[in-house]
């Protein structure tokens, strides 16, 4: 039998509310990401997230359930054949949207993201910075109600960190909750927001550093 | 978010930026099967349509062939008076009148044609030679019967009818030759649908392979597609879309090899056969022929296109 990366994990998270997520390299954090956009099923225990049970859900219904949720995944997990346009429009061709509804929006967000002029260009000639603000496009263009980001800001110089996190705090003020997975006590102080902190696999609820909470 | 609002992206938006995103928004696959491999498989994909037109094309051809064979057969009959010694009375043209009259008398018979000792002896003339038969040889009378094959005559009352006028009277409705025909006819088309079967199968088998080869070279990528909303069905699609474009691809040049070959065959029997005496069904292409030619490409990609999304999405159906 697997060993127990997570137990003792409860916690409820309110629309519109924004986390970050605390804990030593091997505490559990992209296991938790996982289970919160689906990846695998937990062994024991439920989730439940925008009404439904996602530990019994139907496989067919896990979709539209997905479509809510925007990742920025840790090793972005951008697709190399596809331009940056095409990647960051990808949720949404998923989707069904047709091109000339969403062509415009995704011009501009990539423009947001200091990548207006490499819209044709394809991942692999992107630096480490470039494909993570691709990626962070990618997980917001499709304005979902839950954002989770595994170290969204680890390969940015701190200024295009900065500007990334306020995308993010913008979209929590659209009223999408938010989880930002990472290492940096800076971001954490920065931002000021509650935190979850995952310690030996059981996860501890603290205020934010300042004990106020500036973004929700 | 709209152009409109966005400082920059007005600026550029009427400098080029339109033509810039019809440039962006040409489709463009998101899952390659194996870009290393798509090239071995169309061609391992065109040699079995290539097969697969050949099976086919036989099968049109023995029909072909068949029909026109049991067509001549079924419909004419042949009775032969051959001289019999000690029968001489009535002679042996009496004879041929009372046959001749019974014949025409009967329902079911369209024409009767008495062939004359000319006619008869060019028929030897192969094994004989021309003007080598002797007068006094004692030649059998021949008559040619056309019959209605809908509403055939009673055969067995006429061999009986026959039997009653002259003991050198038989009766020929070539069945036996029509029968063996239409059962080796039958045999070889047999032969060739199952060559067509397997080439079909063998091709499917080839297709779920090369999918399973891509599904597992692509496992991030089909992964990553799923955890954005992707429905199973989206990720068959992009799989089932290439492999139905190497299809019809795969299909067109078996198309052009198949007709190549078939005129090649057709110039061959040409130069170097007797056509005269060729009775073996003829490679020429009919309108029939192109149009189970056309259905190569269509089924080829039929076949890729349903083996692909069956396999994608049994494999996919597996992973959460």
């Known amino acids: 039998m697997d060993a127990e990366i997570l137990r003792d994990v409860s916690f409820h998270l309110e629309p519109g509310s924004f986390h970050f997520l605390t804990g030593s390299s ?39 359930i997905r479509r809510r949720v925007g990742v920025v995944f840790q090793d972005f997990r951008l697709i190399n054949r596809l331009t940056t346009f095409e990647n960051v429009a990808l949720p949404l061709v998923i989707a069904g949207a047709k091109p000339e509804d969403y062509s415009e929006d995704v011009v501009e967000l990539l423009t947001w993201v200091g990548l207006g002029a490499r819209l044709e260009a394809k991942p692999p000639s992107l630096s480490g910075g470039e494909q993570q603000r691709v990626a962070i496009a990618r997980a917001v263009v499709a304005k979902p109600d839950l954002l989770l980001a595994d170290e969204p800001t680890g390969n940015v110089d701190p200024k295009i960190g900065q500007r990334l996190i306020r995308l993010f705090v913008e979209l929590n003020k659209l009223g999408a909750s938010v989880v930002i997975a990472t290492h940096d006590d800076h971001l954490v102080r920065e931002i000021s ?14 205020p934010s550093p300042t004990g106020e909470n500036r973004v929700a | 978010m709209t152009a409109s609002t966005h400082p920059s992206l007005s600026k550029t938006w009427d400098g080029g930026l339109r033509r810039h995103l019809q440039t962006l928004l040409k489709p463009r696959r998101i899952v390659p099967t194996n870009d290393s491999g798509a090239r071995p498989l169309l061609g391992v994909i065109t040699i079995m349509c290539f097969f697969a037109a050949l099976a086919g094309e036989s099968v049109l051809l023995i029909n072909r062939a068949v029909d026109e064979w049991t067509a001549g057969l079924s419909s004419a009959v042949t009775i032969q008076l051959r001289p019999v010694a000690g029968n001489t009375d009535p002679s042996l043209d009496q004879q041929m009148e009372q046959i001749l009259t019974r014949v025409r008398t009967m329902p079911g018979v369209i024409q009767v044609r008495p062939l ?98 891509g ?40 198309i052009i090899a198949a007709v190549m070959t078939l005129l090649l065959l057709q110039f061959l029997i040409l130069q170097f056969i007797n056509v005269e005496t060729y009775f073996l069904p003829a490679p020429d292409l009919h309108f029939s022929d192109l149009i189970f030619l056309l259905a190569i490409p269509l089924g080829a ?11 994608v999405l049994r494999v996919i159906g597996r992973i959460l």
């Open chain 1, 26 to 64: 091997g505490a559990g954090k992209t296991s938790l990401l996982r289970l919160m956009y689906m990846a695998q099923r937990p062994s024991r225990g439920w989730i439940t997230m925008f009404g439904h049970d996602l530990v019994h859900l139907p496989r067919a219904q896990l979709p539209e």
């Open chain 2, 215 to 254: 599904l597992t070279a692509r496992h991030d990528t089909v992964e990553l597609l799923h955890l954005i909303g992707a429905h199973d069905s989206f990720i068959a699609r992009e799989f089932e879309i290439q492999f139905l474009m190497m299809g019809l691809r795969a299909g067109a040049l078996a």
């Open chain 2, 116 to 213: 004359t000792r000319r006619a008869t002896e060019k028929l030897l003339e192969p094994w004989l030679g021309a003007g080598n038969l002797l007068d006094e040889l004692p030649i059998p009378r021949m008559i040619d019967v056309t019959i209605d094959t809908a509403h055939p005559p009673d055969m067995a009352a006429l061999a009986r009818d026959l039997g009653k006028i002259s003991p050198g009277a038989t009766l020929n409705d070539h069945s036996k030759w029509n029968d063996q025909i239409l059962i080796f006819a039958n045999f070889l088309s047999g032969l060739a649908v199952g060559i067509l079967t397997l080439t079909i199968a063998a091709t499917a088998i080839i297709v779920i392979f090369a999918t399973r080869a």
């Open chain 1, 193 to 206: 927001a509650p935190i979850l902190s995952l310690e030996n696999g059981t996860l501890i609820k603290r």
């Open chain 2, 301 to 311: 990609a039929l076949v890729a296109s349903l083996t692909t999304r069956f396999t």
